[in-house]
């Protein structure tokens, strides 16, 4: 690492830093990380002036790294006036990886200023994955099939049965199979490169039956094979040059991915090891088994000081809306273009569910499937009656960024429902937002609105105070744990029938909500079935508006009691997107006002705040006012000012907010460009210049301005002030 003696070792050493963040990110899922080396700084107390103990300290915190702790040295100056700990051996796990640590003497035989650091590490294989070759399906037309099939004398289940089942066959006839793959490289063979990898197997093998020593043989076989690289070096220069010239024709989100994954290769990125009640589990079936009781519990209602009597209150409601909602009249069935419209809504290019069917199945079906599908929708609207299938789902723990892949409270596990249910759900999500009046400070999962949005009334907020009004303002930022797996079922319908008078629909939802079940997949592996008795599916179509629907009467409680702060006549408290909430106030005393109210809130709909998460910052203090004597308490958690918290990827801080901002924009950039250093962008043998300027204007410039109009409403008011 770069020394404190150069005039710009800040710079150099948060480069430094930047690439290793880089290796980190990208391989921290699929192996254990090792640093080791002379880092030019210590993990002991920071030394005076010396900027490198403080980034690598924050480095280390930042990445989850872990270090042997000692009180020994391992550098000695020459002159024997200073002695420090410099040298260190990091890694990214929390088991025993590494034993036997130890920071050896000096001895005579070492004329380095620095002693000799090991550890041992113990490393395990992992087993080799099998693949499994699809079957045969035999030709048959989808169109006579269903117009055969009557739905009046089968039940739901057996109808949506038989339409999978048609569409799979009809499929599998009207797809062409997957091109051949070769062995090594992931690259698709063209029909010129197969028969030329036949022709050179021929030769081979016409070679080894004559004991492989006919000459002439052997120069036909050599020529079979380098036809056979010249052809693979050919379509590999074409397949380049084409990705090459769309990426420069038409950039976007998807290209970027696609370019960081031909940089990443095609590894397993899943974690090798699982951490359950201090048990390591290295198998995939041992791993499947943790998850699926880790989120089987995760779905189990637990009393964590909860309130009963709103429990309680709201069973009985729940029971007096049932009955209400089987004596109302029917609501108008769907038509044609309601199920129309629905399949456009479909995402393409998702991963399939427990039926086999994805979303371009419906798109590119005929009208036959469409009317066969209306009709299924109208029985189950009129008979109330949920199929079993709609109710299953598929969990994939998704890792949180920058988590301990070994810890399974780092994964969100992200549901995949069979289309045919996710189609049902976009069918009768516009009627059920028809009457929902939701809070103008909502702004997740809401068309035509962003969370930039709420983050910028954060910014107009804090402008506000230093330029018109001049008083004090502080920001507190409250999460939910676990947010969307732990919504309590029956509080949830009745908040739904509060804000939406439907009953048709609310019986649907709620039929639609009892009996759910679901299955973890992991490496290939899929788990038992286990029933869900709470928690709205992270990944369904109607989950973001039923959550929604969950905290809304929190934000409605705060506004209709104007506790908060407003821009001139405008209620500008509590800017929210989906769990995260934010309280502003110009008050010490309404702020705490406001925490009660969120406490009382989550009491009744029995929801945890996470203490770690919520952060208090002062974002304007006047001088009359004492930093010491502000606190605030959330249930029996005292809340502290900080100095600086991270809120929807922008730093709010107490002071010199935007040199932080600017700072981590410029850090984010700079891993971006070393990222795609792989890809080509290095400059030297790598992409021609055009290429490579087209890629880090359209790739890195945006990560490092994206955020910058946010902040640039309070640089203009620091310059005016």
Known sequence: MPTNNSGDSYLEYTECLDVISSIISMYSVSHRIVIVGDCNGTLKPPRKYNKHDFLLQAFVHEMNLQSHR???????????????????????????????????????????????????????????NTA????????????????????????IEESINFLCNCLKKAATVAVPSKIIKLKGPQFKASPTTLMLLKISKEKYQLWKSHGKKNYHLKTDKILAQRNLRKQLRKEQYLDRTQFYNELMDNPSNDMFHKLIRRNRGSKNKDAICIMENGEHHYSATDQTNSFSRYFEDLAVPKDNGYDPEFLDLCNIRHNIFDELCKQSSNEPQFSFQNICDAIQQLHSGKATGELGLAAEHFKNSPTTV???????????????????????GIVTPVLKKGKNPMLMDNYRGIAVTPVISKLFECTILPRLTVNFNQSSLQFGFTK???????SLIITEARAEVKLVTMEPLFLITVDSQKAFDVVDHIILLIALYDHT???????????????LVSRVKWKGTISDSFNIHQGVRQGGILSPFLYKVYVNNLLEDLKSHSLGLKIGTNYVGCPTCANDIDFLSSSHQELQCMLSVATHHARQSRVTINPTKTKAVILNKPKNINRSDLNWTLGNTPVYPSEDTTHLGLIRAELKENNLNVDARISIARRT????????????NGLNPQTSYKIYQSYVIPRLLTLEWKYSLLTRANLIS
């Not at 035509?448 to 709420?454: E, I, V």
């Not at 460009?673 to 030297?684: I, P």
């Open 70 to 128: 000692s009180e020994e040295s391992t550098f000695f100056h020459h002159s024997g006036m200073s002695t420090s700990q410099i040298d260190y051996i990091l890694h990214n796990a929390t088991i025993a990886f590494l034993s036997d640590y130890k920071i050896h003497d000096q001895c005579h035989s070492n004329t380095s200023s620095h002693v000799p650091v090991s550890a041992k590490m113990n490393v395990k294989s992992k087993p080799t």
């Open 132 to 155: 499994i070759k699809s079957g045969y399906v035999s030709k048959f037309k989808i169109h006579n099939e269903l117009s055969q099939h009557n739905i009046e004398s089968h039940s």
């Open 370 to 392: 469409t009317h066969f599908l209306t009709n299924c929708f109208n029985n189950i609207f009129n008979n109330h009656h949920i199929p079993d299938i709609f109710k299953s």
């Open 448 to 454: 035509g609105l962003s969370m930039l949005m709420a």
């Open 501 to 515: 008078q439907n009953h048709p629909l609310w019986s649907i939802v709620k039929n639609l909500y009892s009996g």
């Open 673 to 684: 460009l070393y990222s795609l250093m792989n890809t080509g962008l290095h400059g030297t």
